[in-house]
Nanobody
Framework: QVTLVESGGGAVQAGGSLSLSCTASRYTFSAFSIGYMGWFRQAPGKEREFVAATAWNGSPYYADSVKDRFTISRNNAKNTVYLQMSSLKPEDTAVYYC??????????????????WGQGTQVTVSS
């Protein structure tokens, strides 16, 4: 497991943009050992759902609900993953969780595939 520290989030009106970032602990030595890094979100009363992730080599993949609106990127030198969110909708409102792991899986999308989690950051989109 690695320690993940998130930043960003906040409140914005529909159609606006926000960005999130997440840094893995400095005791982690390589991007490959971290595995996938990405984001899930959980709205009140709903299950945690996959948003986007990137493999250690930067290959991104997205949930259909955010494709073409969100962009995930990764800086391995900083052990940091970023999520740029644009054209936000009220249904994007949730607590967003950074995650890492998924080693041995092929583009994992289940929360159980990942072993490390951040503390979560709130994103609120008003109509």
């Amino acid at each position: 497991q690695v320690t993940l520290v998130e930043s960003g989030g906040g409140a914005v009106q529909a159609g606006g943009s926000l960005s999130l970032s997440c840094t893995a602990s400095r005791y982690t030595f390589s991007a490959f050992s971290i595995g996938y890094m990405g984001w899930f979100r959980q709205a009140p009363g709903k299950e945690r759902e996959f948003v986007a992730a990137t493999a250690w080599n930067g290959s991104p993949y997205y949930a259909d609900s955010v494709k073409d609106r969100f962009t995930i990127s990764r800086n391995n030198a900083k052990n940091t993953v970023y999520l740029q969110m644009s054209s936000l909708k009220p249904e994007d409102t949730a607590v967003y969780y950074c995650t890492a792991g998924g080693l041995g899986y092929n583009f994992p999308k289940r929360s159980s595939d990942f072993g490390s989690w951040g503390q979560g950051t709130q994103v609120t989109v008003s109509s």
